[in-house]
């Protein structure tokens, strides 16, 4: 949900932190829990990334895609088959264009930017039950055959801690901490996860997106509100 309110308050950290928590739990629990269920042997999955409601004073955050594929190629290798991104406003659409060319060949083929809310290309690979909340408009395949059994269900909306993921993904934390307590091992990691080293070509993308924040601005007339925009992690937003 990277157009939330909520996303550029806090630090491309923050979502890194949140992001290899998911994929460790993704690693000890989801897969060996789906290949236990379905009886073949499930060692990859794909992430859905919704737009929906992204500003232009969010889209410095667009190297945190970047960021997080190259943490998974580091210390997930071939656990993540494609990032789909759906939900694009214009202003992502305008700047991946450029962006996209900048990026390592291995993260170019692994994004895919879906035209509307995905979802009929996503339904080719996945039942409608699983398709995410933000993915499920329009009248495409399923959704009037599917409408009652979705809100039979509960709280569908994977963004709320009240999803059944993010409960069952925070019990597993904590038993993990009580764990390392009682071990008294509180001091020493886990695991460790290797952070990608800062890469001089991250600099022209980011340049690249200030140049194209620039003309998006002098088109909508907006260009006040972007002389303090600066994308760069050692940098705050005014």
């Known amino acids: 949900g990277v157009g939330r309110s909520t996303y550029d308050k806090a630090s491309i950290h923050y979502y890194v932190q949140s992001h290899i928590q998911m994929n460790e739990y993704r690693d000890r629990i989801i897969l060996p829990a789906a290949t236990k269920k ?3 042997h499930i060692s990859t999955c794909v992430k ?4 929906t409601g992204l500003k232009i ?7 945190l895609l970047t960021v997080i594929s190259n943490i998974d190629d580091l210390n997930y290798p071939e656990k993540t088959d494609t990032y789909y991104i759906v939900n694009a406003p214009y202003i992502f659409s305008a700047c991946w264009k450029v962006v996209r060319p ?3 060949e291995r993260t170019r083929k692994k994004v895919q930017v879906l035209s509307g809310c995905g979802k009929d290309e996503l339904l080719k690979i996945m039942d409608y039950d699983s398709l995410p909340h933000f993915c499920r408009k329009g009248s495409g395949s399923g959704s009037s055959k599917h409408s009652k059994t979705s809100m039979s269900t509960g709280d569908d909306n994977c963004f709320s801690l009240n ?3 993010h ?3 925070y019990n ?3 038993h993990q901490a009580e764990a390392m307590e009682s071990r008294a091992m509180i001091t020493h990691k886990s695991f460790h996860v290797a952070f990608p080293e800062p890469d001089p070509d991250d600099q022209k993308i980011a340049q690249t997106i200030e140049s194209e924040f620039q003309k998006l601005s002098h088109h909508n007339g907006v260009a006040d509100k972007l002389d303090d925009l600066m ?3 050692d940098k705050e937003k005014k």
Do not use: A, P, T
């Open 38 to 40: 379905f009886e073949r």
């Open 48 to 51: 859905v990334l919704d737009m």
């Open 57 to 63: 004073s969010q889209l410095g955050q667009l190297k």
């Open 102 to 104: 900048l990026l390592q």
């Open 163 to 165: 999803h059944g993921f």
């Open 167 to 169: 409960q069952e993904l």
């Open 172 to 174: 597993y934390i904590n």
């Open 231 to 233: 994308i760069n992690e």
